[in-house]
């Protein structure tokens, strides 16, 4: 499966943003989908994982309450609604696809999109 994520951008602190990751392939249904992020010289972090029909979420502690991931079986999409956004948040964010549920290490995840560059300015 091909993963290609969008939505980024530059927003206020306290603003939100919404990430999309568009999957291509008929399968798309049969992977559990994350998002991770990377600041600059920082290690890849978990953000938020659900379940392959969409009836489970997991959350870092960090965004937990501020970020929401959704996804669309029929649209083969999954998204990732960031609200209350704060300076630390400034990263690239990743979307993923695996087959373990509740991943939160990116050893679970065989597929990665490229990445979309979110800044939060304060």
């Known amino acids: 499966v091909q993963l290609q994520a969008s939505g980024g951008g530059l927003v206020q602190a306290g603003g939100s943003l919404r990430l999309s990751c568009a999957a291509s392939?008929?399968?798309?249904?049969?992977?559990?989908m994350g998002w991770f992020r990377q600041a600059p010289k920082k290690e890849r972090e978990f953000i938020a994982t659900?379940?392959?029909?969409?009836?489970?979420?997991n959350y870092a502690e960090s965004v937990n309450g501020r970020f929401t991931i959704s996804r669309d079986n029929a649209k083969n999409t999954v998204h990732l609604q960031m609200n209350s956004l704060k300076p630390e948040d400034t990263a690239v964010y990743y979307c993923?696809?695996?087959?373990?549920?509740?991943?939160?290490?990116?050893?679970?995840?065989?597929?990665w999109g490229q990445g979309t560059l979110v800044t939060v300015s304060s």
């Open positions: 659900i379940t392959k029909s969409g009836g489970s979420t």
């Open positions: 392939g008929r399968t798309f249904s049969s992977y559990v």
């Open positions: 993923a696809a695996g087959t373990l549920d509740g991943s939160r290490s990116a050893r679970g995840y065989y597929y």
